[in-house]
């Protein structure tokens, strides 16, 4: 029954996990307009799928073991009803934070849970290693994504005007009955018009960037659109590689089970949680930090990707999650059209993290360990 029990757990936390971090990878895609929220969602699923069924391959070098991080006695990180817990603890606070539309790190929900059942279990807790790996990391890692954002959006904007790169305003008209006229506002402020120009009507929103020019013979435009769905891809791809062994190596303790069955399973789940409970967290992910163009949203992806691999090849634990959000948020502050409101909240519900989780897996350790031999 504990198997069981062990099992269920780690599949609740794992379509938990799918359903808060599914859409991080393409929320500038459906920010953007890139893609409406089906498409969007459809090529994060499959990506994520993609990386995921890749650790089938690569099992034993991407296999993370779950050690404590040097926070639990290594004979409590082999007890059944200690990980039951902590999958369960870290399970409930992401859902619950899903709910909500926060989107908030799987990684530091563990960890929280982590704490809270080896609190309950063994009273203590070594406070320096908790510092390390959730302190340092949620302080550090977003502000280096926005500054990092900022870096790149810049650079890239100086390129384009240096290119002579022309940024057309699509005049766009609400509540109107009836068309008159169709002219364009080029970068200079001068009104053109032109020949075979339809005008847009539509929300404000709804008006993006659409950047007209050819550099070494390519259409700029379709240059930045394919760049920006490969980037979202690559994010998405690289999260399920990196989160699907993760996960599994919480049911190590668990036979009867090969290791790529397992994780063939940790997969699906994950996908499953995505297509079904991601549409809160894509909505404040795409919408409500700040609002991107097409660029822009290749600017806060490649911010996310160049961190998360470089802070992986140093060693360093960095969250995926704040800093994709880093990465809009810097965005938003270039442009001035960040949401100061909506990120406040966001980084309240990371504080929150840990001690939510630890709160559920320590009643949900107590509760095991109160009914063990009922189980």
Request: glycine residues 8%; proline residues 3%; contains cysteine.
């Amino acid at each position: 029954m504990t198997i069981v029990l062990l099992f269920l757990t780690v599949c609740f936390l794992a379509f938990s996990n799918g359903a808060n971090d599914n859409f991080k990878g393409v929320a500038s895609l459906f920010g953007s307009g890139a893609a409406s929220y089906r498409t969007a969602l459809a090529w994060a699923t499959i990506t994520t799928l993609a990386g995921s069924l890749c650790a089938l391959f690569l099992a034993q070098t991407l296999l993370i073991k779950f050690s404590g991080k040097g926070l639990a006695p290594v004979e409590l990180t082999q007890s059944i009803p200690f990980i039951t817990a902590v999958a369960a603890g870290a399970g409930m606070t992401v859902i619950l934070a899903t709910r909500l539309g926060f989107p908030i790190s799987t990684t530091h929900a563990l960890l929280g849970a982590l704490t809270g059942s080896t609190l309950l279990a063994t009273g203590t807790i070594k406070f320096a290693a908790l510092g390390t790996s959730f302190v340092l990391p949620l302080l550090l890692s977003p502000v280096v994504a926005v500054l990092l954002a900022i870096l790149i959006y810049t650079s890239f904007r100086q390129i384009r005007q240096r290119k002579s790169v022309s940024n057309l305003l699509c005049l766009c008209v609400e509540n109107e009955p009836t068309l008159a006229a169709s002219c364009f506002v080029d970068s200079s402020g001068t009104l053109v018009s032109g020949q075979n120009r339809s005008l847009i009507i539509d929300s404000q929103s709804a008006c993006a960037d659409r950047y007209a020019g050819v550099i070494f013979g390519f259409d700029l435009k379709k240059v930045v659109d394919a760049l920006h769905f490969f980037s979202a891809g690559a994010v998405c791809f690289a999260r399920g590689l990196n989160d699907t062994p993760k996960i599994t190596a919480l049911l190590l303790l668990a036979p009867g089970f090969n290791l790529q069955a397992k994780i063939a399973l940790i997969a699906v789940v994950m996908a499953v949680g995505g297509l079904l409970n991601a549409r809160r967290v894509a909505e404040t992910m795409s919408h409500k930090i700040t609002s991107i163009s097409h660029g822009q949203g290749l600017s806060a992806n490649l911010t996310t990707a160049l961190l998360v691999i470089f802070a992986s090849k140093l060693g360093l634990p960095v969250s995926t999650t704040h800093v994709s959000v880093g990465a809009l948020f810097g965005i938003g502050l270039t442009t001035k059209n960040a949401n100061n409101h909506m990120m406040a909240s966001i980084l309240l519900s990371w504080l929150l993290t840990l001690p939510c989780a630890a709160l559920c897996a320590s009643a949900v350790y107590a509760i095991l360990n109160t009914y063990a031999g009922a189980i």
